[in-house]
């Protein structure tokens, strides 16, 4: 079946350093893919998406592009702040609508 | 705007015990779902609905019930609460699939922290 496989945290960084959450995915046809964050005792909320091959999603100084070859969707940003730290998701959106999470990786940043 | 609301926030069960976990959106959104979030393991598909009177089951629905008798409601019941059960439980819900608009975003409740002793 369809899935989700992320990097195991939690990631240690201090602040400024640049950020790499590697994700790959499994699944037929052409999922979307998106990134959601959660804050701590928070629900979780979009970060960016994108929804087909090449697409390159970004927010709040995030990126992500939908690499089809690889099958990969990693999330980047260039210089990290404390306000960062989260547990970040990778998922995707698959032909029967259902959102399939991988399992997370916890995001600390040290001032 | 009040988007997704779930309660109770905390409930404590013995194990046996009944409840139900209430979630209540207000975006006309046709496509509602139940996620269990533990350690680990990310969140797992429960339940979902893709419109009133309909539902299906996730990745793990054993041990729980919905239903969804309106637009705005989507219920999840434990019938008989078991210490696997303890988790924090998320209801999510976006346009459904076939809204010219849909940007395939879930918007997701607060949570709901659920401890069966």
């Known amino acids: 079946g369809n899935s989700v496989t992320q990097m195991e945290g939690p990631v240690t960084l201090s602040e400024e350093a640049f950020l790499t959450i590697n994700c790959t995915y499994t699944?037929?046809?052409?999922?979307?893919l998106f990134w959601y964050v959660q804050y701590p005792g928070e629900g979780l909320q979009l970060l960016l998406k994108?929804?087909?091959?090449?697409d390159k999603g970004s927010n709040k100084g995030f990126e992500a592009t939908y690499r089809k070859e690889t099958t990969s969707f990693h999330l980047e940003k260039g210089s990290v702040q404390v306000s960062d730290s989260a547990v970040y998701f990778c998922?995707?959106?698959?032909?029967?609508?259902?959102?399939?999470f991988g399992s997370g990786t916890r995001l600390l940043v040290r001032p | 705007n009040a988007g997704v609301t779930q309660t109770p926030k905390f409930q404590v069960l013995k194990t046996g015990q009944s409840m139900t976990l209430q979630c209540a959106q207000d975006?006309?959104?046709?496509?509602m779902s139940w996620y269990r979030q533990d350690p680990g393991m990310g969140l797992r598909l429960i339940h979902y609905?893709?419109?009133?009177?309909?539902?299906d089951q996730g990745e793990v629905p054993n041990g729980y019930n919905v239903s969804r008798s309106t637009t705005e409601d989507f219920p999840l019941r434990l019938l008989s609460a078991a210490p696997s059960q303890t988790s924090v439980y998320f209801c999510?819900?976006?346009?459904?699939?076939?809204?010219?608009?849909?940007?395939?975003?879930?918007?997701f409740g607060e949570g709901s922290r659920l401890t069966v002793l």
């Open positions: 975006m006309n959104h046709e496509y």
């Open positions: 999510a819900s976006s346009l459904g699939q076939g809204s010219a608009s849909n940007t395939g975003e879930l918007f």
């Open positions: 699944a037929t046809g052409y999922p979307s």
């Open positions: 609905s893709v419109g009133a009177g309909i539902t």
């Open positions: 994108a929804t087909k091959a090449d």
């Open positions: 998922a995707l959106r698959d032909s029967s609508y259902k959102l399939i």
